[in-house]
């Protein structure tokens, strides 16, 4: 019979895009009012991998990745995501259609998981209406796309990025003994 374990913390990490560079500082800010001091920000990347927020966003959105310094236990994921769609809620127009929007995860040793509100074949969902999305896997010494992997995370920018994010992770857990 296995036992249980107590789960390691994991680094909680945000993407955030938007139309604008200040609708990203504002959500930043208010990240770091409820997770903590942000301890990597990324620089901007478009976001231009999709079309489907054009809609509801518009073209030419632009993107951040961030991570905190305080790190996290895994089970608190799907209540990040709900606070995250609150923010996105927030900063909606008078129509009610978003301006940003905010998709917190975390990075462990083996892997990236993202939070979603969509369910699908690899998503399990963890509660409340949320799943994970098992989006990459460390492997072979850095961070590998699995074939449901979004278009952009399996860019060779973002997979470096996550790999310096993972190496901060590493280092925290190691000052954590």
């Not at 959105?61 to 209540?79: A, E, T, Y």
């Not at 900063?91 to 040793?109: A, M, T, V």
Request: hydrophobic content about 35%.
């Amino acid at each position: 019979m296995s036992k249980p374990n107590v789960p390691k913390p994991v680094k909680l990490i945000a993407s955030v895009f938007s139309k604008t560079n200040e609708l990203i500082v504002a959500a930043t800010e208010e990240l770091s009012r409820k997770f903590g001091r942000i301890d990597f920000i990324s620089e901007i990347f478009p976001f231009n991998s999709t079309t489907y927020y054009n809609k509801e966003m518009g073209k030419d959105l632009i993107r951040r990745f961030l991570s905190f310094n305080k790190m996290i236990l895994p089970h608190r994921l799907p209540d990040i995501k709900l606070y995250t769609n609150k923010i996105e809620k927030d900063f909606s127009d008078c129509q009610g259609d978003r301006r940003l929007n905010i998709d917190p995860g975390y990075i462990s040793l083996s892997h990236l998981i993202l939070a979603t509100g969509k369910g699908y074949a690899h998503r399990p969902c963890l509660r409340k209406g949320i799943y994970a999305d098992l989006t990459l896997i460390y492997k072979d010494k850095r961070f590998q796309a699995l074939d449901w992997t979004y278009p952009d995370y399996r860019s060779k920018e973002i997979i470096e990025l996550m790999n310096t994010v993972r190496r901060n992770y590493v280092f925290q857990l190691k000052g954590l003994k």
